[in-house]
């Protein structure tokens, strides 16, 4: 058994899955407070007195129960019901999985609904419920493109990392420092783009990848601006309260960037059109829904999700690098190079990667509304839910639950080497268990098997290339943490070679990485 396995839920083995077990009925904790008044008291309280995880902390605590009734932001005006019972750990969330017991239609952004002028007018696929008919044929027509895609997988992403790597070196040359964020949104867009196109997004009238990451961010911005918090020190509370939360932003100020990107995927995307045309969607429905496939789906989650593994990998500390970069350089030297058969066979990898999807899963928030009554089981009580009840949960919590990882709270590399691979049911960022896979039946995300592939890529990419950096003896991290930081420890290095009379100099590796060379005085 490996040191990071802990045996989950060993005191309530069958209420894992079953829901049968002998729990006690209890009743629902929490309540919804005054009409109006209650929701924007949460919804304040959620993103500016408390901040999310504290929100769902304390009322864990004043409850006692990882399930309870809250409101859910936005709330007024934006939403009409914003009553939810809550599911805080990891055997009550997977309800939301269960689709012959909760309705997934129109809720993929919780209690409210973007208007569809967003996605021309459909309802498209991410937003159907399985028991609708356009659900199952869209998600298999989606199935079907990415399995014909999937030898473009791996060498298309690594020419877009390739691209990556060379901006953020240019760009550290140029201006003295890299955002990764910024290119890494533009890296996703010219993967997604070439994926689903036959041409590149400059060969259309989408100028450069980065113009094509941007329309896609201001058209994501309008429809989730209700969950989102800026943060501005220079915009009070109320102000972005009033801004963001409370009305819809108006869909006629990026209706022109959706059309952009909507005639680029039209004219460059033919042949998914012509598949989908054969399979009788119309030629425009087909493109919406590839538009937001391209856009919400695949661009959004990988904006979200790559910043927050490489922060993860980044800040995991010296020997867990050491022992990534030993394994990768192994493996793909005996492979002869990162390719599918490789990546198979890095298990400190894989598992560094499912740690940073257990840890941070990049879509935080599920709902579904019950569509009979139905009983939830904790790992302590049991509670019956109505139907028509919406329910809400929160995976940081589930995939955090102490009762199943020890050390929640902790990026453990290889939590889920060996025997440590028993927990990956207990990951559920694929909107599914890691271990299920996605169908026309379930909501669970049909790129679920790539996003993992693409994952392991990147921090074998970037580990490939940390060779070079060990060879300077530099801490790998300052590249991940940003360049600044790189610059910053560099001149703390040097000042105190310098007071120390190490006689430091600067030089440049590869041209454009300063680094600090000492010569210290044989005594020394
Ligand atoms: C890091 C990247 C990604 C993440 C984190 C992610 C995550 C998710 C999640 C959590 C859901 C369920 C949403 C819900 O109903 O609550 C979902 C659904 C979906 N995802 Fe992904 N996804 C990613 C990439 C992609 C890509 C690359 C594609 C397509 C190429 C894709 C296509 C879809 C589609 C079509 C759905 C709706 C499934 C359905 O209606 O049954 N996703 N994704």
């Known amino acids: 058994m490996s040191s990071s396995f802990y045996s989950p839920v060993n005191h309530h083995p069958s209420s894992d899955d079953s829901q049968s077990s002998k729990l006690p009925l209890q009743n629902i904790p929490g309540n919804y407070g005054l009409p109006f008044l209650g929701p924007i008291k949460d919804r304040l309280a959620y993103f500016y007195k408390q901040g999310q995880d504290e929100f769902f902390r304390t009322r864990i605590q004043k409850y006692q129960s990882t399930v309870f009734r809250t409101n859910m932001p936005p709330g007024p005006f934006m939403a009409s019901n914003p009553k939810v019972i809550a599911v805080l750990d990891a055997i009550s969330f997977p309800i939301l999985f269960d689709t012959s017991k909760v309705e997934k239609k129109n809720v993929l952004d919780g209690t409210y609904m973007p208007s569809t002028s967003f996605t021309g007018g459909y309802r498209v696929c991410a937003f159907l419920d399985p028991s609708e008919p356009d659900h199952a044929i869209l998600k298999s027509f989606f199935l079907s493109i990415l399995a014909a895609r999937h030898n473009k997988f791996i060498p298309l992403f690594r020419s877009c990392m390739s691209e990556l790597f060379t901006n953020i070196e240019n760009d550290i040359s140029n201006k003295g420092k890299a955002d990764f964020n910024t290119l890494n949104d533009s890296m996703s867009f010219d993967f997604v783009f070439q994926l689903f196109c036959n041409s590149k997004p400059t060969d259309t009238k989408i100028r450069s990848v980065s113009d094509g990451a941007k329309l896609f961010t201001k058209w994501l911005f309008f429809q989730l601006a209700p969950l989102i918090t800026l943060g501005l020190p220079a915009v009070p509370n109320f102000l972005e309260d009033l801004l963001l939360h409370t009305f819809p932003l108006p869909q006629f100020l990026v209706k022109s960037d959706y059309k952009k990107l909507y005639d680029a995927f039209y004219v460059s995307a033919s042949s998914i059109l012509d598949e989908a045309e054969k399979i009788g969607i119309k030629r425009d429905e087909a493109c919406h829904n590839l538009v937001f496939l391209a ?230």
Not at 394 to 406: E, G, L
Not at 423 to 429: A, C, E, F, G, M
């Open 295 to 524: 856009g919400f789906n695949a661009f959004g989650g990988m904006k979200a999700w790559f910043p927050a593994l490489i922060k993860w990998v980044g800040t995991a500390g010296e020997s867990l690098h050491r022992r990534l970069a030993d394994e990768i350089r192994t493996v793909v030297k005996s492979e002869g190079g990162v390719t599918l058969s490789a990546l198979n066979k890095m298990s400190l990898t894989k598992s560094v990667v499912y740690e940073a999807l257990r840890i941070e899963p990049p879509v935080p928030y599920q709902y579904g509304k019950a569509k009979q009554d139905v009983v939830v089981h904790s790992h302590d009580a049991a509670f019956q839910i109505k139907k028509g009840d919406m329910i809400f949960g929160y995976q940081p919590f589930a995939t955090k639950d102490p009762k199943v990882f020890k050390n929640p709270e902790e990026f453990v590399g290889d939590r889920f080497v060996g025997e440590g691979e028993k927990l990956l049911k207990y990951v559920y960022w694929s909107n599914g268990r890691e271990l299920d896979d996605p169908t026309v039946e379930n909501k669970q995300c049909p790129a679920k098997e790539l996003v993992v592939l693409l994952s392991r890529v990147m921090v074998t990419e970037f580990f490939l290339r940390y060779d070079t950096f060990t060879v300077e003896g530099h801490a790998f991290w300052h590249l991940f943490m940003g360049f600044n930081s790189y610059f910053a420890n560099t001149y703390l290095m040097f000042c105190r070679a310098q007071q120390r009379g190490w006689d430091p100099k600067v030089v440049h590796f590869m041209g454009f990485f300063p680094y600090v060379k000492i010569q210290k005085p044989k005594a020394q």
